[in-house]
């Protein structure tokens, strides 16, 4: 609703309930449908912005907290100097939807969560490394997903399931998502 009533910070984090987070044995299968129609409300806004929506100068991080417990072929890569806190695990999955982001573009470079606090450093003129430990680690700023060369894209709506509507008439009990 916060879309949809023009209420939309700079940076917002958007975060599911635990039935639609995706964690194995742990939701409804919501998630995929959850995801589209937050990325449907950001690419189908039309009355923020005298009228501009914010498809054109929003970007979407869409990522997991963690590897689900699935099989993955490569092991987590050492970081030169152990750290007490989280080191980097098996890989996530991230997607990147943006009216700049060519379709279909793959970056096979090595990102981490950090990598996001970099991306809006970058873009809010907000110096390198200040927002903590994450982003003062991280070795790049996903700006390589972006290009001002190209023309922004049309929005074309994801097609799920369950919509919007579903999920903000949803009474069921909101759990946390995780709980580390």
């Given at each position: 609703?916060?879309?949809?009533?023009?209420?939309?910070s700079d940076v917002s984090w958007v975060i599911p309930g635990a039935q639609n987070s995706d964690h194995a044995d742990y939701n409804a299968g919501g998630g995929p449908s959850w995801v589209a129609s937050i990325?449907?409300?950001?690419?189908?806004?039309?009355?923020?912005?005298?009228?501009?929506?914010?498809?054109?100068?929003?970007?979407?991080?869409?990522?997991?907290?963690?590897?689900?417990?699935?099989?993955?072929?490569?092991?987590?890569?050492?970081?030169?100097?152990?750290?007490?806190?989280?080191?980097?695990?098996?890989?996530?999955?991230?997607?990147?939807?943006?009216?700049?982001?060519?379709?279909?573009?793959?970056?096979?470079?090595?990102?981490?969560?950090?990598?996001?606090?970099?991306?809006?450093?970058?873009?809010?003129?907000?110096?390198?490394?200040?927002?903590?430990?994450?982003?003062?680690?991280?070795?790049?700023?996903?700006?390589?997903?972006?290009?001002?060369?190209?023309?922004?894209?049309?929005?074309?709506?994801?097609?799920?399931?369950?919509?919007?509507?579903?999920?903000?008439?949803?009474?069921?009990?909101?759990?946390?998502?995780?709980?580390?």
């Amino acid at each position: 609703t916060d879309i949809a009533h023009c209420n939309l910070s700079d940076v917002s984090w958007v975060i599911p309930g635990a039935q639609n987070s995706d964690h194995a044995d742990y939701n409804a299968g919501g998630g995929p449908s959850w995801v589209a129609s937050i990325v449907n409300a950001v690419g189908n806004s039309n009355n923020c912005d005298h009228g501009a929506g914010y498809w054109e100068d929003t970007a979407i991080f869409i990522t997991w907290d963690d590897w689900g417990g699935w099989y993955d072929h490569e092991a987590p890569p050492l970081r030169p100097q152990p750290q007490s806190d989280y080191e980097w695990g098996f890989r996530v999955p991230l997607l990147v939807v943006s009216a700049y982001t060519p379709a279909g573009y793959v970056d096979n470079n090595k990102y981490d969560f950090g990598s996001m606090l970099r991306f809006v450093e970058q873009n809010f003129g907000i110096e390198e490394g200040v927002l903590g430990f994450a982003d003062a680690r991280a070795d790049n700023d996903l700006t390589s997903f972006f290009g001002s060369a190209y023309a922004p894209r049309a929005f074309k709506t994801i097609q799920s399931p369950l919509d919007a509507t579903y999920f903000i008439n949803d009474k069921s009990p909101q759990g946390d998502p995780d709980d580390d």
